[in-house]
C-alpha cells in the first residue's frame, strides 16, 4: 500500500503562482507513475500531468505552457508547479501513484482557488 501527503494548495490571483507537493511513503515498486488530477465544481475529475519514473511527461491540452510536472525520485516526491494560474483552474487537486503491484492510490486532495 502507497500513502501520499500533499501540499502547497491555496488561494491565488488570476496570474500567479503555486507550487503543489506530494510525497509518496510505503511500498512503493522503482517502475511507477506520479501524477496530478483535479476535480472543479460541478465536473469531474480529469487529468492533469503525470509523470514516469523514468522522467516522461503528460500534460493536459488546457495546463500545457503553464504547468510544469516533476519529480525527485530519491525521495518519492512529485511536484506541480502551476504558473498563470487562471480562475477555470480552480479545483482539488489530487495526486496519483501507480504502479503494476498496488495500481492507483491517491492523495488526500488541496484546494487550488484562483481569485481576484
Known amino acids: 500500500q502507497v500513502q501520499l501527503v500533499e501540499s502547497g494548495g491555496g488561494l491565488v490571483q488570476p496570474g500567479g503562482s503555486l507550487r503543489l507537493s506530494c510525497a509518496a511513503s510505503?511500498?512503493?515498486?522503482?517502475?511507477?507513475?506520479m501524477g496530478w488530477y483535479r476535480r472543479a465544481p460541478g465536473k469531474q475529475r480529469e487529468l492533469v500531468a503525470t509523470i514516469s519514473s523514468g522522467g516522461s511527461t503528460n500534460y493536459a491540452d488546457s495546463v500545457k505552457g503553464r504547468f510544469t510536472i516533476s519529480r525527485d525520485n530519491a525521495v518519492n516526491t512529485v511536484y506541480l508547479q502551476m504558473n498563470s494560474l487562471k480562475p477555470e483552474d480552480t479545483a482539488v487537486y489530487y495526486c496519483?501513484?501507480?504502479?503494476?503491484?498496488?495500481?492507483?492510490?491517491w492523495g488526500q486532495g488541496t484546494q487550488v482557488r484562483v481569485s481576484s
Open positions: 496519483n501513484f501507480w504502479d503494476w503491484r498496488t495500481g492507483d492510490s
Open positions: 510505503g511500498s512503493i515498486f522503482r517502475a511507477n507513475t
